[in-house]
C-alpha cells in the first residue's frame, strides 16, 4: 500500500493550488460585494476567461476523453483537484466538461448536445427530481405520450440546478406507466421545444429552478440512450456525484480551518489568545480529524472508481461523512470567531450556508445511511472486506 502522490499529481495539485492563490482569491471581495448586492458571484464572461486561462495550463476537460479535447485525469486526481480548487468560494469550475450521461447521445445528438456543451456554447440541466418525487426518485410522475413522430411532455420538476440559465434539459419522464422505474425514459428538450423555468431563492448564493412542460413536443429521435432505460442513467449521474462532495468537503473545511487557526492566534480574551484554551484546542483538532478521515473515504471512493469497481457504498459512506463534517467545521469555525464570525463581513456565513446543501442533495444524510445499512443488512457488503 502506497499512500505517496505520484510526480504527476503533486504537479497537478500544486499547478491548480498555485492557479487558486494568483486567479481566483483575488477575487473573493468582489464575490462576496457583488452577492451582497444581489448580483451573481462571477459573471459568464469572466468565467470564460478564468477558465480560458486555467485552459493554458492544461485544465480543460479534466474528465473529457482525449478525443473530445479534454484531459481525461480521472477520478483520483479529479477528487485532488477538488479538494484545491474548493478552498475558494468563488463560483469557478475548469471548462471543457459535459454531464458525464451526455456521452450516450448518439452521433447526431452528440453534434447537437455533447459537443457544444463541452465547448461552452450550450448549458445543460438535469431534470429528475418533482414536487412530488425527490429521495423517492422512481415515483416521478412526468408523462411522455407518444403522439405520431413525437413524444408529448406534461409534468413540473423542482430544484434543477441551472435550470434558468439551461439551453437545454435531460428530463425525466414516464414513457410506460406500467413498468415503474423500468418504464422511464431520459429526454434531451431544447428550451425553444416551449418548457419554462422559475428561479428558487435558497438559502446560499445561487438558486436552481422549477421547470414547467405542457404540451411540450420532443422528436422521437431526442430520447438519450434507450427508451425506458432512462432511470439507469439518472442513477449514473447521481452517483458521479458523491465522492465529488466529500472532496470539496475536504478543501472547503480545510480552509475554514486555517481560519480559526489563524484567529486564535491572535484573539485575546482574559489576558491571553483563546488559541491557549482547551476549548478553541479541541475544536481545531476535532476538526482536523475528521477532516482527514473524509479526505481518505473521499480518495478511496474516487480510487474505486478508477478501477472500474462499485463505488456505490464507498461513495455513500464518503457523502455521508464529509458533508456532514463541512457543517461541523463551519459551525466550529464561526464559533471560534464569536461574533465576527456570524457577520458578511468574513465569508463563514457564506460557505455554512452553502454547505448546509450538501446534506439535502445527490441524496440526503438519509438515503445515505439507508443504502450503507441495506448494503450490511443484505450483505451485498461485508465487513472487514473493504480492502479490495
Ligand atoms: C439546491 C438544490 C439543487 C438541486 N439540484 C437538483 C438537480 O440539478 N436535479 C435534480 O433532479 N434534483 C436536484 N435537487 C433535488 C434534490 O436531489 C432533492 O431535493 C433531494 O433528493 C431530496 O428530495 P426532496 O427534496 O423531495 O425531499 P424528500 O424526498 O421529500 O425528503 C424529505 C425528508 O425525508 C427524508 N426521507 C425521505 N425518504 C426517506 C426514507 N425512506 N427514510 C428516511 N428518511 C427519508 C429525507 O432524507 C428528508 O429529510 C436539488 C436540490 C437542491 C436543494
Known sequence: ???????????????????????????EGDVLRNEREGRVGIEREQLRQLQLKAKELGFWGINTPEEYGGANLGPVMT?????????????????????????????????????????????SCFALTEPGAGSDAANIKMSAVKDGKHWVLNGEKVFITNGNEADFTMVFAVTDKERGARGVTCFLVDREMGWRS????????????SLYFENVRVPEENILGELNQGFTLGMQWIGAGRWNIAARAVGAAERLLQMGIDYAKTRSTFGKPIAERQAIQWMIADSRVEIEATRWLALHAAWMAEEGLDTRHAASIA?????????????????????????????????????????????????????????????YVRLGEELV
Open 1 to 27: 500500500m502506497d499512500f505517496r502522490l505520484t510526480d504527476e499529481q503533486k504537479m497537478v495539485r500544486d499547478t491548480v493550488r498555485a492557479f487558486v492563490q494568483k486567479e481566483l482569491l483575488p477575487l
Open 79 to 123: 477528487a485532488i483537484i477538488i479538494m484545491e480548487l474548493s478552498h475558494t468560494f468563488v463560483p469557478f469550475a475548469f471548462g471543457g466538461s459535459a454531464d458525464n450521461i451526455l456521452y450516450h447521445c448518439n452521433e447526431e445528438q452528440k453534434q447537437r448536445y455533447l459537443i457544444p456543451t463541452i465547448n461552452g456554447e450550450r448549458r
Open 198 to 209: 422559475n428561479y428558487i431563492h435558497t438559502m446560499g448564493e445561487w438558486g436552481p429552478a
Open 319 to 379: 457523502k455521508l461523512y464529509g458533508s456532514n463534517m463541512a457543517n461541523q467545521v463551519a459551525d466550529r469555525v464561526m464559533q471560534i470567531h464569536g461574533g465576527m464570525g456570524y457577520t458578511k463581513e468574513l465569508p463563514i456565513e457564506r460557505w455554512y450556508r452553502e454547505m448546509r446543501v450538501w446534506r439535502i442533495f445527490e441524496g440526503t444524510d438519509e438515503i445515505q445511511r439507508f443504502i450503507i445499512s441495506r448494503d450490511l443488512l443484505r450483505g
